[in-house]
């Protein structure tokens, strides 16, 4: 998911930062600090899925790396970045431990750009199919647990936590298609790239890792990507009351 090329120090300096201020908000705000223990097991879930995607689609495509490594697992602990999950719970956007891959064990019947275009979005792809199915949790439990249920302190918590995943999957799904490095877009654009934009892009790699420091630090990728998410919810929520009537 993500993977940077270049000092990461700098990098982890500015996010530590992000997160103290982020802390110092929840302190101060009892309500916004129990949101963010609500959110917490939508981001393992989030995150390992995502992660166990890429890998698995690796191993499909002919590349035992993943599995080598011990990715091949559900296991949260075996996906998780303390700094990006800790980005992911306080900031809405994160990442877990990028998954190890040789794209030259990939299967010959495609071109290794392919092969990696089909491995970086299937991390994506598994978040946005995680938010459907949770979605349709949500809405299953809406029609068949009566008031009763739906008005209790557990019903409550429940309902609220199937949300919370709801919505960290959409916008760790929506995040990573920004196509930017080191996010996963960045190779699912590549094969529909004419020849001299992909040797453009590669080339000035290192200029759109600085753009999308910028425009993260500076919000403007939540304000980017804002709309898709809104649109993406929008969608997966009438899709699944339209399925059960409600």
């Known amino acids: 998911m993500f993977n940077f090329s270049f000092d990461r120090r700098m990098i982890y300096v500015i996010i530590i930062i992000l997160v103290l201020f982020a802390f110092a908000e929840y302190v101060n705000n009892p309500g916004a600090l129990v949101g963010l223990l609500m959110s917490a097991p939508g981001v393992l879930i989030a995150i390992t899925f995502h992660e166990f995607a890429h890998g698995i689609a690796a191993y499909k495509l002919g590349d035992n790396t993943a599995k080598m490594e011990g990715r091949l697992s559900l296991n949260p602990l075996n996906h998780l970045d303390p700094i ?95 196509p930017l490095p080191p996010l996963d877009g960045s190779k699912i654009i590549m094969p529909f790239l004419p020849y001299n934009a992909k040797e453009w892009f590669r080339n000035n790699e290192q200029i759109f890792y600085i753009i999308f420091v910028v425009i993260w630090i500076t919000g403007i990728a939540g304000t980017i990507i804002s709309p898709a998410i809104g649109a993406v919810s929008s969608g997966i929520m009438n899709l699944g009351r339209l399925i059960f009537g409600i």
């Open 84 to 178: 990006g999950t800790l980005m992911l719970l306080v900031a809405g956007f994160g990442w877990g431990k990028p998954v190890n891959v040789n794209p030259s064990n990939y299967t010959r019947k495609i071109s290794m750009e392919k092969g990696e275009a089909i491995v970086s979005v299937a991390g994506p792809a598994m978040n946005l199919l995680l938010a459907f199915v949770f979605t349709i949790i949500f809405c299953a439990i809406y029609k068949f647990a009566g008031e009763v249920f739906l008005t209790s302190t557990v019903g409550n918590i429940i309902m609220t936590l199937i949300q919370y995943t709801v919505s960290i999957n959409i916008g760790l799904g929506v995040f990573n298609l920004i």
